[in-house]
């Protein structure tokens, strides 16, 4: 008769709920190890046990765990608070920014002005419209110059002046700044006499600043993230080791 001895159901449990448990408290441990401490652990020298195989190490079972915590991570970084973010109903449109905070006006800029192609241009009651060649200045030497800064309102159909529109802080308003102009006969002119203002001039150099500081900062931010992305997979790693190295204890009691 064979003498050997078979677990039990309610032990089989007891077993695979404690395995449970033990993975449950890994949970957050990668983003512990990220934000509070740069130290390296040396699991080598804490554990002493016997290592798990490479298959464990690479167990479905395993990895699946540790990219459900990411999930849950990133589902939570996609949470944006948006109670107090102004966003216009075309946030594209010169004509609907109004109270733009410091937030959109960086996005603004660094999207940069954005000019639709292929518009048909509605005529006035005098049969003008807006033309394209408004965007273009020509120099007293006959070359040209493209006026970055104007740009067409197709919500509103009117002009208005992009860096004056985001940077004008002047109590002295100007009209492409604020209400936008239609004034198609005298547009050239008013172009000209808006171009050599000081308050135009001062908005644009702001512009010109603010540009290459986030273009710089875009840099810098990318060079951070490929050392969080390097530094993420590490204590990934670390993580995926620690739970085998949990199971392997719970296996072997």
């Not at 948006?82 to 603004?108: A, H, M, Q, S």
Request: proline share 2%; hydrophobic share 30%.
């Amino acid at each position: 008769m064979s003498t050997r001895k078979y677990v039990s159901g309610y032990e089989k449990l007891k077993k695979k709920r404690r395995i449970e448990k033990l993975v449950q408290s890994q949970k957050g441990a990668l983003d512990k190890f990220v934000t509070t401490s740069k130290k390296d652990i040396d699991l080598n020298e804490e554990l002493v046990i016997e290592q798990p195989s490479l298959n464990e190490l690479n167990n479905d079972e395993t990895v699946n765990e540790i990219n459900n915590i990411e999930d849950d991570k990133n589902k939570n970084a996609d949470k944006v608070d948006v109670k107090n973010l102004f966003v216009p109903n075309n946030i594209y449109d010169l004509g609907r920014w109004e109270n733009v905070d410091t937030k959109l006006r960086d996005l603004l800029v660094e999207k940069g002005p954005i000019r639709e192609n292929n518009i048909t241009f509605p005529k006035d009651e005098n049969s003008r419209h807006f033309s394209t060649a408004f965007y273009v200045k020509m120099l007293t030497n006959g070359e040209k110059h493209d006026r970055k800064w104007l740009i067409y309102s197709k919500d509103f159909n009117k002009v208005y002046c992009f860096c004056c529109k985001l940077f004008n802080t002047s109590c002295n308003k100007n009209q492409l700044s604020d209400e936008g102009t239609r004034d198609w006969k005298n547009l050239n002119s008013k172009l000209k006499s808006h171009e050599t203002t000081n308050e135009h001039i001062t908005n644009m150099n702001a512009w010109v600043d603010l540009e290459a500081r986030l273009s710089k900062r875009k840099t810098i931010d990318k060079d951070v993230q490929e050392r969080i992305d390097k530094e993420k997979e590490h204590w990934q790693k670390v993580l995926i080791r620690t739970i085998a190295v949990v199971k392997n204890l719970a296996k072997n009691n």
